[in-house]
Nanobody, 127 residues
Framework: QVQLVESGGGSVQPGGSLRLACSASGITYSPYRMGWVRQAPGKEREGVAAIDNDGHIKYADFVKGRFTISQDNAKNTLFLRMNSLEPEDTAMYYC?????????????????????WGQGTQVTVSS
């Protein structure tokens, strides 16, 4: 059974930073794709960043070099480092995963077509 548990959200002022973490278990099929997806109130979910088991990475255009996705395979943990946060980044951030797939990571970034999702962690950027 796949479990994804996010942590690290919170409230910060504009220009601040946060690091989200996603503890993953049960993803036994390789190759896999993992990513961060966010959803703001009244808006659709949008992909933020995606990574595969070979370390290939894709970011949404709105990231503009402010966010960094990474993974610690030894600890089965996915991270999202977010710098220069803006009020528009306020959203629930979800960790998502797909195992046993060869679809390119851009597919997951654009479609958010992951079968496994965490419960989400809230990020609020406000002065």
């Amino acid at each position: 059974q796949v479990q994804l548990v996010e942590s690290g959200g919170g409230s910060v002022q504009p220009g601040g930073s946060l690091r989200l973490a996603c503890s993953a278990s049960g993803i036994t099929y390789s190759p896999y794709r993992m990513g961060w997806v966010r959803q703001a109130p009244g808006k659709e979910r949008e992909g933020v960043a995606a990574i595969d088991n070979d370390g290939h990475i894709k970011y949404a255009d709105f990231v503009k070099g402010r966010f960094t996705i990474s993974q610690d395979n030894a600890k089965n943990t996915l991270f999202l480092r977010m710098n220069s946060l803006e009020p528009e980044d306020t959203a629930m951030y979800y960790c998502a995963a797909s195992g046993g797939t060869r679809r390119p990571i851009w597919w997951y970034l654009e479609k958010n077509d992951y079968p496994y999702w965490g419960q989400g962690t809230q990020v609020t950027v406000s002065s």
